[in-house]
């Protein structure tokens, strides 16, 4: 019994060895990677196969695109959407959109179950003009296009932009500050159409938000062309 005694001690005294080692270890805050999906996607099985893939989606009507991840804002299309976005020309108004976003994204989902285009016409389209407006996208529009196999092909696709940019977090992280150029880009970025490539392009000519919001309309298009038209509502009253 005494020999027992003992032996239970010493496990007892080894405790506050192995609480020490346990201290030591840095905590993390392991997030999901999270992805904003437009509210007409709900029954897409894109978002249930991100679910599927571990993210967290969030359902919300966005103005522009389909799904967002990160800083990446993503319109998909299946093979027959995309043609007859095509035919009716939404997709031309869609595509002028995400310009303003510097990273976009053109998923055309489908390939494997459809062919995008071939010898013969598809909802009165013949294949050069597809291949004409594909190279339209990427070289006028420059939207850079992936094709995707199925749903669960976009899903993964989506899935890896949101988990690349994905960082650990500790316990005591901060949130940082903005600094000055920060900060005046971000009030740049509130006027409608400005995104955060040609707010960095007004402060690399102008230096300063005063030297922009003083500079004449024609000077402002020579620095952003006809986005420069939205400051023109300085100058209105109420």
């Given at each position: 019994m005494e020999k027992l005694k003992t032996l239970k001690n010493k496990e007892l005294c080894k405790m506050p060895e192995l609480l020490k080692i346990?201290?030591?270890?840095?905590?993390k805050i392991i997030e999901k990677p999270k992805v904003f999906a437009d509210y007409r996607?709900?029954?897409s099985l894109v978002i249930?196969?991100?679910m599927n893939l571990g993210c967290e989606v969030e359902v919300n009507e966005l103005k522009i695109g389909d799904?967002?991840?990160q800083n990446v804002i993503i319109e998909r299309k299946t093979v027959t959407d995309f043609v007859s976005s095509m035919?009716?020309?939404r997709l031309i108004n869609q595509l002028e959109n995400l310009k303003q976003f510097e990273y976009k994204l053109l998923i055309i989902e489908g390939i494997e179950e459809l062919e995008l285009y071939n010898d013969h016409n598809i909802q009165g389209m013949y294949s050069n003009s597809i291949r004409g407006f594909l190279l339209s996208i990427s070289l006028k529009h420059k939207v850079p296009i992936l094709f995707s196999k199925n749903?669960?092909?976009t899903a993964?696709?989506?899935y890896l932009i949101a988990k690349k940019q994905e960082k650990e977090m500790s316990t005591n992280t901060k949130k940082k500050a903005k600094n000055k150029k920060e900060q005046m880009q971000f009030i740049l970025e509130g006027f409608p159409g400005i995104g955060p490539k040609a707010a960095k392009k007004l402060l690399k000519d102008?230096?300063?938000?005063?030297?922009i919001f003083n500079a004449t309309e024609e000077e402002l298009k020579n620095s952003i062309g006809k986005k420069a038209e939205i400051f023109r509502i300085l100058e209105e009253k109420d």
């Open positions: 346990f201290s030591n270890k840095k905590i996607e709900k029954n249930a196969s991100l799904y967002i991840a035919i009716n020309k749903s669960a092909d993964r696709y989506i102008f230096k300063s938000l005063k030297k």
